[in-house]
């Protein structure tokens, strides 16, 4: 399974932009990059995922380097229901996810 | 409340006994993973089914685990002769499993092992 590297922690500040880093080195073609994210005593959330091209949702937008070989989440304003592990998952899409450890993002006020 | 559930969400047992969570899916999807977190670590996967066939087990999934998933409904996951090391989340997802389709895993509360 390919793997990914995260920051182990992250502080924002609230109603600020967030870029969550994440690298992918050995990203094959058919890999997709997931975002999900785990907010304390509660079960991962999906937040988005791209293949190739930047992608934006209500949640969060997607950057991926020109080679695929790292991605950054973007959190556009930051709140404090925003507090959580967010995990950067390689695979292809409908097979299991292997999570690293993830990011803990905390936010203050 | 239409997202995936689990049941129970906290079990405590003693060491030696058996314990049987059970996941029940978002209706219409169809497959069913099964992932294991301790403290501190991410998901791990243990197992998962496309409708009622078991497709993949992780070597997580150790003799004394099984699942199963009768007429691709819910699914159960059991542990037999628990150890303390199997002291963790339990967390069940589903997804539509369409090839081709949006197969974002939607995952539920989790159950919480406790072995004494």
């Known amino acids: 399974d390919a793997k990914t590297t995260q920051p182990n922690s992250m502080e924002s500040n609230e109603e600020e932009p967030v870029h969550l880093p994440c690298n992918h080195s050995?990203?094959?073609?058919?890999?997709?990059i997931h975002w999900y994210r785990q907010l304390p005593s509660q079960g991962p959330e999906y937040v988005i995922h791209?293949?190739?091209s930047n992608v934006n949702n209500r949640m969060a937008s997607l950057a991926i380097a020109e080679d695929r070989k790292s991605s950054t989440l973007i959190l556009h304003r930051a709140t404090l229901r925003d507090a959580a592990v967010y995990y950067c998952i390689l695979g292809e899409y409908g097979n299991k996810l292997v999570f690293g450890a993830g990011t803990i993002l905390r936010v203050k006020s | 409340d239409t997202g995936v559930s689990q049941n129970p969400r906290h079990k405590i047992t003693k060491r030696g006994q058996n314990v049987t969570f059970r996941c029940d899916p978002i209706s219409e999807h169809n497959r069913l993973y099964w992932y294991r977190q301790t403290l501190g670590q991410g998901p791990e996967f243990l197992t998962y089914f496309q409708n009622e066939a078991q497709l993949e087990k992780s070597r997580l999934l150790s003799d004394r685990f099984s699942a199963e998933r009768p007429k691709g409904s819910f699914s159960t996951l059991e542990i037999q002769r628990t150890e303390q090391g199997d002291s963790a989340m339990y967390l069940c997802?589903?997804?539509?499993?369409?090839?081709?389709?949006?197969?974002?895993?939607?995952f539920g509360p989790g159950t919480r092992l406790t072995v004494l």
């Open positions: 050995t990203i094959s073609g058919t890999d997709y």
């Open positions: 997802a589903s997804s539509l499993g369409w090839a081709g389709a949006t197969d974002t895993q939607y």
């Open positions: 791209g293949l190739t």
